[in-house]
């Protein structure tokens, strides 16, 4: 498995949790990591994402101004602030050949980490 995902947890609205995504392999610096979410009975969504090489970083509009992904190293991270329910979903970070917006564009999976928001 070359991608690990973990930090997923039950927190109250307004709260915080940080995902880790643990990236093994060889990563281009053209390649991309990103994070996607799926509720139960919806589409998997993407979140955010990150270029390996440069860093530069893309956000849903669900998301901007709320959550922040970085990267140290083999790591890349997803910081969530001011959580709110309709955040719960199982969140996913994933690796493809270059930045994407839509499932198909990653060709990598982690297993996925649940996240759940209370009210």
């Known amino acids: 498995v070359q991608l690990q995902a973990s930090g997923g947890g039950l927190v109250q609205a307004g709260g915080s949790l940080r995902l880790s995504c643990a990236v093994g392999g060889r990563t281009f610096s053209s390649a991309a990591v990103g994070w996607f979410r799926q509720a139960p009975g919806k589409e998997r969504d993407f979140v955010a994402a990150i270029r390996w090489g440069r860093r530069s970083t893309y956000y849903a509009d669900a998301v901007k101004g709320r959550f922040t992904i970085s990267r140290d190293y083999n790591t890349v991270y997803l910081q969530m602030n001011s959580l709110k329910p309709e955040d719960t979903a199982v969140y996913y970070c994933?690796?493809?050949?270059?930045?994407?917006?839509?499932?198909?564009?990653?060709?990598?999976w982690g297993q996925g980490t649940q996240v759940t928001v209370s009210s």
């Open positions: 994933a690796r493809g050949a270059d930045l994407g917006y839509a499932p198909a564009d990653y060709k990598e």
